[in-house]
């Protein structure tokens, strides 16, 4: 058995990690605040990486996602594994075991579990989710984050209830990734399902996300990991040629002002006749937006503007207090978001529309779910 980590949840609350590719990771560091921020590493170098980060800055939070929600689909059987050198390994719980001591080996801050896809319910068999948690629920140590890789589909009313009672059931912080194939929360009832969830777990993390990441801690999620790319931005399903890439980088920019990512050439056709918009973060220093061209160093610059951003929303969000203050925080945020996006389509005179998740997060938040033995009760007409 290994020594735990005092109170995983303190390290979780609240921090805004960035999830990042090994090689991008010193790109990034330096814009990384200790107190609130870290770093999750993807691909193969992460070991590696993660270590030479902890031995240089030993209070930074640095951890590892072996992305095995990838590259195979989970089983009640198997519901762990990873991908070596010698071909793909499932994980029984010793074999569990030793991949998380791994992690904490190679200087992790907390270990996370190589949960591979978690497909939707299929007529309401949840039987791999089950096995996920049941499994992870025989580790005894106290150091773990558990992977819930799951289809967006476990976000949908008939579906939501299991997938809580599982989370709850869970003896670890769970880590949320929602798949689908683009923006997750575009799928109906989903963001109003995240929100529901995020508002019955108190030990949830959102991973591998993008904005969605403060619609959750400002219902309640404990923390979250938001995607530097756009891959790193939601689950994806297994496929043969996952990870593979190789697509010529583009600057994309988070355009804090309006809540969302873009490409620069959009911002250059928006703001080919009036002035562009400028930043004043700490890699901009006021200069505009539009200025980043596809040369590899303006890609990077673009990637550290939209980390200076998001810590400089998560600074925001840090200084409410959790609960109705944090809300209206963020329901203000998204108010001056569709004001900004109804200012840029009067200035360029041209369509700016308001982006489907940002119009679904300006809708009342849901109540939380009941809890399993409430929910009997409702179920069970007339008093027990
Ligand atoms: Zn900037």
């Not at 096995?131 to 106290?142: D, E, M, P, S």
């Not at 619609?215 to 931005?233: E, P, T, W, Y």
């Not at 200076?308 to 944090?326: I, K, S, V």
Request: glycine share 8%; hydrophobic share 40%; aromatic share 6%.
């Amino acid at each position: 058995m290994r020594a735990g980590i005092e109170g995983i949840d303190e390290l979780l609350r609240d921090r805004l990690l960035i999830m990042v590719k090994d090689q991008s990771a010193i790109d990034v560091l330096p814009y990384i605040p200790a107190r609130t921020g870290g770093l999750v590493l993807t691909g193969a170098a992460a070991p590696v990486r993660c270590r030479e980060i902890r031995n240089t800055l030993p209070e930074a939070v640095v951890v590892m996602d072996h992305s095995s929600h990838t590259q195979q689909v989970a089983t009640a059987d198997a519901p762990f594994g990873l991908k070596t050198s010698y071909g793909w390994r499932d994980l029984d719980l010793a074999g569990l075991n030793e991949i998380l001591d791994g992690q904490r080996d190679n200087k992790a801050s907390y270990a996370v579990t190589p949960t591979c896809f978690i497909p939707a319910d299929q007529a309401g068999d949840t039987s791999v989710l089950k096995a996920v948690v049941r499994q992870a629920n025989l580790l005894r140590r106290q150091d773990t984050v558990v992977l819930l890789p799951c289809s967006w589909r476990w976000l949908r009313r008939s579906s939501l209830p299991h997938l809580t009672e599982q989370i709850r059931a869970c003896r670890h912080p769970v880590g949320l990734i929602m798949q689908a194939d683009g923006d997750p929360l575009d799928r109906a009832e989903a963001p109003e399902g995240l929100r529901q969830l995020c508002r019955s777990c108190p030990r949830l993390v959102l991973w591998r996300t993008d904005l969605a990441a403060f619609d959750a801690m400002a219902h309640g999620a404990l923390g979250a990991a938001v995607g530097a790319s756009a891959i790193l931005r939601h689950g994806m399903a297994p496929r043969p040629d996952n990870g593979g890439g190789g697509h010529k980088p583009y600057p994309v920019v988070l355009v804090r002002r309006l809540l969302r990512y873009h490409r620069v050439a959009t911002l250059q056709d928006w703001f080919a006749h009036i002035d562009p918009w400028a930043c004043d973060c700490t890699v901009c220093k006021g200069a505009v937006l539009t200025r980043f061209t596809d040369r590899e160093t303006d890609v990077v610059a673009a990637l550290q503007h939209t980390v200076c951003e998001l810590y400089g929303l998560h600074d925001e969000l840090d200084g409410t207090l959790p609960g109705d203050e944090r809300i209206g925080w963020w329901r203000q945020q998204l108010a001056d978001a569709w004001d900004y996006h109804r200012l840029l389509a009067s200035q360029t005179n041209t369509e700016v529309q308001f982006p489907r998740v940002l119009q679904a997060w300006r809708r009342p938040s849901p109540p939380a779910m009941p809890a399993a033995a409430e929910r009997r009760s409702q179920d069970q007409s007339g008093p027990s």
